[in-house]
């Protein structure tokens, strides 16, 4: 079974109530989107894009943007179409590891902004998944993460019962994560990474230089 197979058979049913039953545990995803300042006629990608809620929410708060959402999950896209209709927003479903935006959505290859929400720990070969999506960057452009973190602060068994909970849906923070995003920071790249309530999550923003 390969991954995508595995997220149709967990997300099968479970997209008809995800947005109702994630509130609270995917913190900062609307603190991500305010962030992000985009202006007309940036092209924004969301991998993992999921039921397409904050795709909806992008194209509210910034009219006039091109949106794209890539999820390798059907199921969930089929949600997503679905919140979506009407918006300008293309979907196609496919690999992280494998982004191909001309092949995908039929369109160049760069993007303004990438949107990485609670999906880079739910992907296989995630650093990949990133150094992917940085060739795909147009100068001057960001890519937004908001994800689990280490949950360093909390007391050990209510860790212990996140993680153990979080794996029933193929969700593995790596602690490696941090590590990685911190070697990128080079000339051409800036990061900023900002832990959230205790290290539950953590926000991290990937700037290319407009050189």
Same mark, same amino acid.
């Given at each position: 079974?390969?991954?995508?197979?595995? =997220?149709?058979?967990?997300?099968?049913?479970?997209?008809?109530?995800?947005?109702?039953? &994630?509130?609270?545990?995917?913190?900062?995803?609307?603190?991500?989107?305010?962030?992000?300042?985009?202006?007309?006629?940036? &092209?924004?990608?969301?991998?993992?894009?999921?039921?397409?809620?904050?795709?909806?929410?992008?194209?509210?708060?910034?009219?006039?943007?091109?949106?794209?959402?890539?999820?390798?999950? +059907? *199921?969930?896209? *089929?949600? /997503?179409?679905?919140?979506?209709?009407?918006?300008?927003? /293309?979907? #196609?479903?496919?690999?992280?590891?494998?982004?191909?935006?001309?092949?995908?959505?039929?369109?160049? *290859?760069?993007?303004?902004?990438?949107?990485?929400?609670?999906?880079?720990?739910?992907?296989?070969?995630?650093?990949?998944?990133?150094?992917?999506?940085?060739?795909?960057?147009?100068?001057?452009?960001?890519?937004?993460? $908001?994800?689990?973190?280490?949950?360093?602060?909390?007391? @050990?068994?209510?860790?212990?019962?996140?993680?153990?909970?979080? #794996?029933?849906?193929?969700?593995?923070?790596?602690?490696?994560? =941090?590590?990685?995003? *911190?070697?990128?920071?080079?000339?051409?790249?800036? $990061?900023?990474?900002?832990?959230?309530?205790?290290?539950?999550?953590?926000?991290?923003?990937?700037? +290319?230089?407009? @050189?």
């Amino acid at each position: 079974m390969d991954h995508g197979d595995r =997220m149709d058979r967990i997300y099968r049913h479970q997209r008809h109530v995800y947005d109702a039953t &994630r509130v609270f545990f995917l913190a900062g995803r609307d603190r991500l989107i305010r962030a992000m300042d985009l202006r007309p006629g940036d &092209r924004v990608l969301d991998v993992g894009c999921g039921t397409g809620r904050n795709l909806r929410k992008i194209a509210r708060r910034y009219p006039g943007t091109e949106l794209f959402g890539l999820d390798v999950s +059907k *199921q969930m896209l *089929q949600t /997503a179409g679905r919140k979506l209709k009407g918006l300008n927003v /293309a979907l #196609a479903c496919g690999s992280a590891e494998e982004l191909d935006p001309v092949q995908l959505f039929g369109q160049p *290859q760069t993007f303004d902004a990438i949107i990485f929400s609670y999906s880079l720990s739910m992907i296989p070969d995630w650093r990949k998944a990133l150094e992917t999506a940085m060739t795909h960057m147009n100068a001057g452009g960001s890519l937004h993460i $908001v994800d689990f973190y280490d949950q360093g602060n909390w007391p @050990k068994i209510l860790r212990t019962i996140l993680i153990r909970w979080l #794996a029933q849906f193929g969700v593995r923070f790596d602690s490696t994560a =941090m590590d990685f995003l *911190q070697s990128i920071t080079t000339q051409d790249w800036t $990061v900023r990474i900002e832990p959230l309530f205790a290290r539950y999550a953590f926000l991290a923003r990937l700037t +290319k230089s407009e @050189k």
